[in-house]
């Protein structure tokens, strides 16, 4: 079965400053998908990033990036320039890929990371 | 064009009631996922919809039930209602093609006391 570890309870980081999240993962399956979301103290899910295993460059969006090393099984979330409203939980996730899940499709859950960006 | 609607966002019940929640999901997605999450268990996935049948399910008791309808609307269900059951519900939506992205509600929060 797979799993995901956050080990990272909470965080804090200084406006304008970079953080990273880290998250780690186990699977036996060669290809899935990976999902980085955040939930701001109004509860709404949103989709941060995404990553598709097999692709070996690492996704981005805006001032978020990832560090995906398959091989460790290690995909950790850099925010450049920390602002205020970066405040949330963030959330590590799996899911298998579309032609190994079948019916499957579900997204499994780290249990969070707290982060606190600080004026 | 409009998120995933979920309906209602707060509501407090007994022990042994039951509840219905609801979710409309993006217009043109098929797919419906609720999830329960709560401060000790984390997220939890509870059932896929789609297309009106159930796809997957998690391992929760048999006390928790779901249905789509033909617009894609889902209602989850929840009878004799524990205190464990104060949660988080969250519904999403994924779009059938490709992406393979969750777009989620704002959740129903239910206090069971």
């Known amino acids: 079965a797979q799993t995901v570890t956050q080990s990272q309870p909470e965080m804090s980081v200084q406006e304008a400053e970079t953080v990273t999240l880290s998250c780690t993962y186990d699977t036996s399956e060669s290809n899935y998908y990976l999902f980085w979301y955040k939930q701001p103290p109004s509860r709404q899910m949103i989709l941060v990033i995404r990553?598709?295993?097999?692709k070996q460059q690492n996704a981005t969006e805006n001032r978020f990036s990832v560090n995906f090393q398959k091989a460790a099984k290690s995909f950790s979330l850099k925010i450049s320039d920390s602002q205020l409203g970066d405040t949330a939980m963030y959330f590590c996730?799996?899911?298998?890929?579309?032609?190994?899940?079948?019916?499957?499709?579900?997204?499994?859950w780290g249990l969070g990371t707290s982060l606190a960006v600080n004026p | 064009k409009a998120g995933v609607t979920q309906t209602p966002r707060y509501l407090i019940k007994t022990r042994g009631q039951q509840v219905t929640l609801s979710c409309s999901p993006i217009?043109?997605?098929?797919?419906v996922s609720w999830y329960q999450q709560t401060p000790g268990q984390g997220l939890q996935f509870l059932f896929e919809y789609f297309s009106e049948t159930q796809r997957n399910k998690g391992n929760f008791p048999g006390r928790f039930s779901g249905r789509q309808f033909s617009n894609s609307r889902s209602e989850m269900n929840v009878s004799t209602l524990e205190l464990g059951d104060s949660a988080l519900y969250l519904c999403?939506?994924?779009?059938?093609?490709?992406?393979?992205?969750?777009?989620f509600g704002a959740g129903s929060r239910l206090t069971v006391l």
């Open positions: 996730a799996f899911m298998k890929h579309l032609l190994n899940a079948g019916n499957n499709r579900k997204l499994i």
């Open positions: 999403a939506s994924r779009s059938s093609s490709g992406a393979n992205v969750l777009t």
């Open positions: 990553q598709e295993a097999y």
């Open positions: 217009s043109g997605h098929r797919s």
